[in-house]
Nanobody, 123 residues
Framework: QVQLVESGGGLVQAGGSLRLSCAASGRTFSMYTMEWFRQAPGKEREFVAAIRWSVSGTYYADSVKGRFTISRDNAKNTVSLQMNSLKPEDTAVYYC????????????????WGQGTQVTVSS
């Protein structure tokens, strides 16, 4: 069992930055692929970024590539999402997820989800 708690959301102006964090419980954190998703009002949840147990394995949605950076600290059981050059279209609830399956079917593979943190980008 893994419990995930996100933090760091808030209100920011377009062009600004936010850093989201996800704290995970459980001693096997390093075994999980960690993922970030987001869901805007009236839209489906979409993949944002993922990082496999090896920090060299990072993946991004095209919409955030070059602006967002995912990282993890296995010693602290945390995964972070640094978001720069934010746009109003980045406004959404952001969710952290953990997956034992390291394949790239990110949504289907997610085993555990956090409660989400709201990110609002004003124009």
């Amino acid at each position: 069992q893994v419990q995930l708690v996100e933090s760091g959301g808030g209100l920011v102006q377009a062009g600004g930055s936010l850093r989201l964090s996800c704290a995970a419980s459980g001693r096997t954190f390093s075994m999980y692929t960690m993922e970030w998703f987001r869901q805007a009002p009236g839209k489906e949840r979409e993949f944002v970024a993922a990082i496999r147990w090896s920090v060299s394995g990072t993946y991004y949605a095209d919409s955030v590539k070059g602006r967002f950076t995912i990282s993890r600290d296995n010693a602290k059981n945390t995964v972070s999402l640094q978001m720069n050059s934010l746009k109003p279209e980045d406004t959404a609830v952001y969710y952290c997820a953990a997956a034992l399956n390291s394949g790239s079917n990110w949504y289907a593979n997610a085993d555990y989800w956090g409660q989400g943190t709201q990110v609002t980008v004003s124009s």
